[in-house]
């Protein structure tokens, strides 16, 4: 059973601080069959699925962003033992579908939904980042026979061949360091290998891509440079994933480190503002970054109208930063099971996951491109619903034509050796 080593979570603040998550967690229970209605390919061809099994089984199969620690913070009773079915209780990842699905390592983001930037706003985004840290490194510690904690290829790989699950952390939304310089080495001292410097809204940080308001700072702010600068003397990684377009080419500018998008998709496929243009894929592979495929369908493709009207005014009614009631909390959820009832979701397809896939091998090369679905943070796909279908995209690869020694730069190669550069410009930037 799933329970908190140190700190308690108020379970009154609980939706308000996650709510800019596509899939809250009060609403991961209310989530109804009929969104997952259309069903691909069966990837049962014998021939294709002997060679990507033993492919799959070959390769260290490494996700770089997964929103578990999200769905443990609202739900303390949740038993990551114990199979989930997806289909009614809204989770995406468990041990026992992780051993299904063959995963060898994940990324468990600590994830904050963008809050108050004041001083007790940012003091709260600190201690809940801390809990979410806590979360992390308990999912390690408490199952030693199933899992340990990593902060390098190295030790993931000396994890897989001893049997054992990696678990990696990063930080998502740099409002977890609100306009505190120093928490970044706090973050990486707990393991943080990478931060998503913004989500859904502007931060001190930067612009993102999807806030209404629109830019604030056109780009990145001069505290957002001395942030780059930092993670770069750290060694964490950049991720640009949710940043606006000119956040994104002020990263590329500025690092010294490569950058990535954990969790991103490719706009000339599907012209979202979340997703890359090929003229950053273009510079970020030429700065030796990666891509990684995000699988949340509304980067994917259109959605429903009336069910993104819906949403919308749900949120208008539920504010951001708003402290909400147990009452409140519990008329959301019916609110959002309702919207869920006559708007369901349409949801992208695996196929078209590998087709963002092919666009960027098509344009850049197989050694930019990796593995980044948001399970458990509205990610999951027709095909690859849960991390207990992660072969499935293995078979797909397969299918396309891929190669043995590509599908292994995909599924970690190309993340792992972002990693290790990050490391040695981190050595260079500390001589002396």
């Not at 114990?82 to 063959?102: A, L, Q, Y």
């Not at 996951?353 to 999951?380: C, T």
């Not at 991390?387 to 292994?408: A, F, H, P």
Request: net charge negative.
């Amino acid at each position: 059973m799933f329970s908190f080593r140190s700190r308690n979570t108020n379970n009154t603040t609980i939706d308000t601080f996650f709510m800019n998550k596509i899939v809250t967690p009060i609403t991961l229970g209310s989530i109804v069959l009929s969104t997952v209605a259309v069903f691909g390919q069966t990837y049962n061809d014998p021939q294709i699925k002997a060679k990507a099994d033993a492919i799959h089984a070959s390769a260290l199969t490494l996700d770089t962003h997964c929103d578990l620690p999200m769905l443990l913070h609202a739900r303390p009773d949740f038993d990551v033992t114990k199979e989930h079915n997806p289909r009614t209780t809204g989770s995406k990842v468990d041990f026992p579908r992780i051993k299904k699905g063959g995963m060898d390592a994940m990324f468990f983001a600590v994830y904050l939904g963008q809050g108050p930037r004041t001083p007790a706003g940012n003091a709260d985004a600190k201690r809940r980042a801390l809990e979410l840290f806590d979360i992390v490194h308990q999912i390690a510690d408490d199952h030693p026979d199933f899992a340990g904690f990593a902060t390098t290829p190295e030790e993931a790989m000396a994890l897989e061949k001893a049997g054992k699950f990696a678990v990696f952390t990063a930080v998502e939304n740099g409002w977890a360091i609100g306009n505190d310089l120093s928490l970044l080495k706090t973050y990486y001292d707990l393991g943080a290998r990478y931060m998503t410097l913004c989500h859904t809204s502007n931060n001190d940080i930067c612009d993102s891509s999807t806030d209404p308001k629109g830019p604030e700072h056109g780009g990145l702010s001069p505290f957002g440079v001395e942030v780059v600068k930092e993670m770069n003397r750290l060694g964490m990684i950049v991720d640009v994933s949710h940043t606006s377009d000119s956040t994104v080419w002020d990263c590329l500018e500025l690092s010294a480190a490569p950058i990535v998008a954990t969790h991103s998709s490719a706009r000339a496929l599907f012209n979202h503002p979340r997703n890359l243009t090929d003229d950053q894929i273009k510079a970020i592979a030429a700065k030796g970054g990666v891509v990684q495929m995000n699988m949340l369908s509304g980067y994917l493709k259109a959605g429903n109208a009336g069910r993104a009207k819906a949403l919308q005014a749900l949120r208008e009614k539920y504010p951001r930063g708003a402290e909400l009631s147990e009452a409140q909390q519990q008329a959301r959820a019916a609110e959002m099971q309702e919207i869920n009832k006559r708007f369901p979701e349409e949801l992208a397809t695996l196929q078209t996951v590998v087709d963002h896939i092919d666009h960027i091998v098509k344009l850049v090369g197989v050694d930019y491109v990796g593995i980044g679905p948001d399970l458990d943070g509205g990610g999951g796909v027709t095909g690859m619903f849960d991390v207990s279908e992660m072969g499935n995209i293995t078979y797909e690869l397969v299918k396309r034509g891929y190669s043995e020694e590509d599908i292994k730069k995909i599924w970690s190669g190309n993340f792992f050796r972002v990693m290790k550069e990050a490391q040695r410009v981190a050595a260079e930037l500390n001589k002396g």
